[in-house]
């Protein structure tokens, strides 16, 4: 990555604010979700499936509010909807923080599930205001930034939360989460940002988004936007697939080191395997940056996917944990370059109009397939399909998903662009 470029991108004062806010919020977030789990481990271990529960609290929102997040993203003021999602999520953070005082598992679930739904809102408008605020070139160093981010949280998270939940205990711990999210809507506030690309779509009034037949029908247009388009059709179904790999490769990893590779050292081995993931995706974040300057994102991301599938197959029939982790390694850097080319691309071809309907739709269609790869595995294993036959199906998933790309996106590209010049 080179740092030259970085420090332009920083040079532009709302996108350094922007990521700033991300950094904080996903600081405080990582902060909050481990002292929650250890909580819950803690004070009902005899309930371990509470953990599980949270877990489905966090991703089920998705599925309520798929309708609203991506209207209000287009239809509202988008800095608002960004930094209102902080604030309201720090006050349901004291809401859960009472809730946790009273060991009231039914509350801190509600809770737990409200504070996740209003998160939602925020992907949609932040992605649509990083759009507007960045030129086209700038989108995927940006989402390299994005990438390194989240590897870094994905190494250091779980230790810092342990920390902190061992030293100031729960309450403490979202306490830190609670200032972090103040943080973060400020700095989103403070942001000056064009009327444009707050509002591409003019100004709304609240009542009418209030009206069911108006929220549906822009729902539907986003939903024709996608259908008509075939690229981003394809991405959509892209997001899919890409929700069973995460579904399915954020628990068969400790599988397959409890039940095949090291059953007596399968917890030490799943933090080294966290640690090997995270630098992973941290190298490829870095790398990624001068790839793209070379190869166009589609393709990048149609040859990531294919390698990231032969990985994956390889990683599950690897016969000791040294193989294992060497093509885990492999597969966490291809993973950085699926995600940094898949999110920097989507920027430059749709619309500012139509971005927050757009994600909106992709993100909420991802966890539905996420929660559903839980399921199949859930229910499979290791009854119906042993634990080699879970990373086949997910390596093939990603070779199937590659291979139709390589065969669709190219050709639909170069017809887009042969309309372009046209007009």
Not at 162 to 180: E, M, P, S, T
Not at 212 to 231: A, N, S, T
Request: aromatic share 14%.
């Amino acid at each position: 990555m080179d740092s030259n470029n970085v420090i332009q991108l920083f040079r532009n004062k709302n996108y350094l604010k922007l990521f700033f806010a991300e950094f904080t919020s996903q600081l405080g977030n990582v902060i909050g979700i481990m002292a929650i789990t250890f909580y819950l481990l803690d004070k009902f271990s005899q309930q371990p499936y509470y953990t599980t529960l949270k877990d489905m609290m966090h991703a089920l929102p998705a599925l309520v509010v798929f309708l609203f997040i991506g209207v209000f993203a287009d239809r509202l003021d988008r800095q608002k909807i960004a930094a209102n999602c902080d604030l309201i999520r720090a006050f349901l953070t004291l809401c859960l923080m009472i809730c946790i005082w009273y060991d009231s598992i039914g509350l801190i679930f509600l809770a737990i599930f409200i504070r996740s739904a209003v998160g939602k809102f925020f992907p949609p408008a932040q992605s649509a205001i990083i759009q507007g605020v960045l030129s086209k070139e700038e989108y995927p160093l940006a989402a390299g930034l994005n990438s390194m981010l989240g590897s870094i949280f994905l190494l250091f998270g779980s230790g810092l939360g342990a920390v902190v939940y061992w030293n100031l205990g729960v309450q403490g711990a979202f306490l830190l989460d609670f200032i972090c999210l103040l943080i973060s809507a400020m700095l989103i506030y403070s942001c000056k940002i064009e009327l444009s690309v707050r509002k591409p779509n003019g100004s709304t009034n609240w009542k009418e988004l209030l009206t069911f037949k108006i929220l549906l029908k822009d729902f539907i247009d986003g939903v024709k936007y996608v259908v008509y388009d075939r690229v981003l059709l394809l991405l959509t179904l892209g997001s899919a697939i890409l929700g069973v790999v995460n579904g399915g490769l954020g628990i068969i990893p400790i599988f397959i080191m409890k039940y095949k590779l090291s059953p007596n050292l399968y917890e030490e081995m799943s933090v080294i395997e966290t640690i090997v993931f995270g630098i992973g995706i941290l190298l490829g974040s870095a790398l990624c940056a001068k790839v793209t300057k070379k190869i166009k994102l589609y393709m990048l991301l149609i040859l990531s996917l294919i390698l990231s599938g032969i990985f994956v197959i390889i990683a599950g029939l690897s016969s000791t944990i040294i193989i294992f982790l060497i093509f885990h390694f492999f597969f966490s850097v291809s993973v950085s370059f699926i995600n940094i080319s898949f999110y920097g691309w989507i920027p430059q071809i749709v619309n500012t109009n139509m971005m927050g309907r757009f994600r909106g739709i992709l993100d909420p269609v991802s966890s539905l397939f996420q929660s559903l790869s839980l399921a199949f595995i859930a229910f499979t294993f290791p009854s119906i399909f042993s634990i080699e036959m879970l990373f086949i199906i997910i390596g093939g998933s990603l070779l199937l998903l590659g291979t139709l790309y390589i065969l669709k996106i190219p050709s639909l590209v170069q017809r887009k662009e042969k309309v372009f010049e046209i007009q």
